[in-house]
Nanobody, 124 residues
Framework: QLQLVESGGGLVQPGGSLRLSCTAS????????IGWFRQAPGKEREGVSC???????NYANSVKGRFTISRDNAKNTMYLQMNSLKPEDTAVYYC??????????????????WGQGTQVTVSS
């Protein structure tokens, strides 16, 4: 059974850092494009970052230079390192997978498998 389990969310002060993890089970991560998305209350889900199987990445303009996406296929785990966090980064963050993996996207409809979400709150 394909499953994505996220961890690493929490409460952090503005300017702080968090690292989100998403571990896959029931399948091999190698062949999928990966993505991180977020949804704030009252807003649509938006793409944060993505990476295809070749390692090419893309970031939303709002997080460029602050967030870094990565993957460790040996551990079947993907990560989102978030630095210099701002209150506007507060949202539920979701990991997702896309097949075929040669193409990545920041569009939620392009991804077919999703984690359950983890809350990130940036507040003093």
């Amino acid at each position: 059974q394909l499953q994505l389990v996220e961890s690493g969310g929490g409460l952090v002060q503005p300017g702080g850092s968090l690292r989100l993890s998403c571990t896959a089970s029931g399948f091999t991560l190698d062949y999928y494009a990966i993505g991180w998305f977020r949804q704030a209350p009252g807003k649509e889900r938006e793409g944060v970052s993505c990476m295809d199987i070749s390692g090419r990445t893309n970031y939303a303009n709002s997080v460029k230079g602050r967030f870094t996406i990565s993957r460790d296929n040996a551990k079947n785990t993907m990560y989102l390192q978030m630095n210099s966090l701002k209150p506007e980064d507060t949202a539920v963050y979701y990991c997702a997978l896309r097949s075929p993996g040669w193409y990545s996207s920041l569009r939620p409809p392009d991804f077919g498998s999703w984690g359950q979400g983890t809350q990130v709150t940036v507040s003093s």
